[in-house]
């Protein structure tokens, strides 16, 4: 006789009850994907429950895991409408600063999703966020465009889901075509396609590293050349991308230009490449220059008058504005920078400019690219709101 008789039996169970099961739940797949789209994986917008509404909130010094748990009390915190802008909440003096601030609140998921795959979409700000389900944290598949994570195995169907979510810097990360924070059914969704494409453009100065970045199936493009240096003066590129990609969604070709020397011949160099570009505008290029790259940026323009437009980040002093004629100028900076300095100086380059010009301040001490992390909303909106007036995509 058999040691254990019963386990044939067993594995037979099993098998059956395997079987009985079914196949594992898949993703929708999106229907046909149209020239310049291509589906990704997603929360969908149609089978889904959206988060904007009363959370409970507070601005703590840190975190605990306890804070998370479905049993805190959570009863003192005070209530907001979220996710929105720290500004709309009330929470403006924030904004741009490192602060924490924790929402919690309640979701109740439908009993009909049991067995599906069911994602969340809930990182208020992709780099600065956290997300927990029922105290269990959640890393996103993917960021920083559009994060979302499977979390079927962590929701308890029928009944209250405690939601919990951490942010820096702001109360909500705006970006084109990312979707509203939602928990639903996972399936394929249509976005722009946008192109990475590594190129090398030579220079006087010795070899440029570049990367375009564009909508795919899209020509007549307005294009923006990003020029940047970070730490020691070394020029940056990789700081530009999630701009970049953001803008490309929004019909704009980028070229991210490293150069070797922060010189303007550079400058004028990479703009002829961009001209040779089969899917750009000639006519509708600007500069888009942060730190030293500024003063590069505003002194190619000076010799290059076919540039349509300078917008200018943290720059330092370039007395040559004032050769840049009717163009117009954005000139951005935080407030804090450098004790509010490099603001200062923004605004005495302004009175030297001859055509239109803005300046804007925004929030916290970010200085160069730093503010796509400290204060992306307020750059990004001031860059949309000129770009609509200087340099529209034409649709």
Not at 179 to 207: F, K, Y
Not at 217 to 238: F, Q, W
Request: aromatic share 10%; hydrophobic share 45%.
């Amino acid at each position: 006789m058999p040691r254990f008789p019963f386990v044939p039996f067993l594995l037979l169970v099993i098998i059956m009850a395997s079987c009985a099961s079914g196949p594992p739940p898949q993703i929708t797949p999106a229907p046909s994907v149209p020239l310049g789209r291509e589906a990704i994986v997603d929360v969908s917008l149609d089978e889904a429950i959206y988060l904007a509404g009363r959370w409970r909130y507070r601005q703590v010094e840190f975190f605990t895991e306890q804070m998370a748990q479905p049993g805190f009390d959570d009863s003192q915190w005070a209530e907001v409408d979220a996710p929105a802008t720290w500004a709309a909440q009330g929470l403006g003096a924030l904004t741009g600063e490192s602060a924490l601030v924790v929402y919690r609140r309640q979701v109740e998921v439908p009993v009909a999703w049991q067995g599906k795959l069911v994602g969340i979409s809930a990182w208020f700000n992709p780099y600065a966020s956290q997300v927990f389900v029922n105290g269990a944290r959640i890393e996103p598949a993917r960021k920083p465009f559009a994060p979302y994570a499977d979390v079927s195995t962590w929701l308890r169907y029928g009944e209250p889901n405690t939601i919990v979510v951490t942010t820096l810097y702001d109360g909500i990360f705006e970006a084109a075509e990312t979707g509203p924070p939602r928990i639903g059914l996972l399936t394929e969704r249509l976005v722009t396609r946008v192109l990475h494409e590594d190129v090398t453009i030579s220079t006087e100065e010795g070899d440029a590293d570049a990367t375009i970045i564009r909508p795919a199936a899209r020509h007549d493009l307005p294009g923006l050349i990003l020029i940047a240096t970070g730490a020691h003066g070394l020029p940056e590129k990789t700081t530009w991308f999630d701009l970049a990609d953001d803008l490309a969604r929004q019909g704009y070709f980028c070229l991210a230009l490293a150069l070797p020397v922060q010189r303007p011949s550079g400058v004028i160099t990479a703009v002829d490449y961009m001209r040779s570009q089969p899917w750009i505008d000639a006519e509708r290029i600007v500069l888009f220059g942060a730190d030293e790259g500024a003063r590069t940026a505003v002194l190619a323009a000076t010799q290059d008058t076919r540039i349509r437009g300078v917008i200018l980040l943290s720059a330092p002093q370039v007395d040559e504005i004032a050769d840049l004629g009717s163009r117009p100028i954005l000139l951005m900076a935080s407030r804090k920078d450098r004790h509010g300095f490099v603001l200062e100086q923004a605004q005495n380059m302004a009175q030297q400019v001859q055509g239109p010009h803005q300046v804007v301040a925004l929030p916290g001490d970010g200085h160069g690219t730093f503010v796509f992390t400290n204060a992306w909303n307020a750059a990004r909106q001031a860059l949309l709101k000129w770009l609509a007036e200087y340099l529209p995509v034409r649709r």
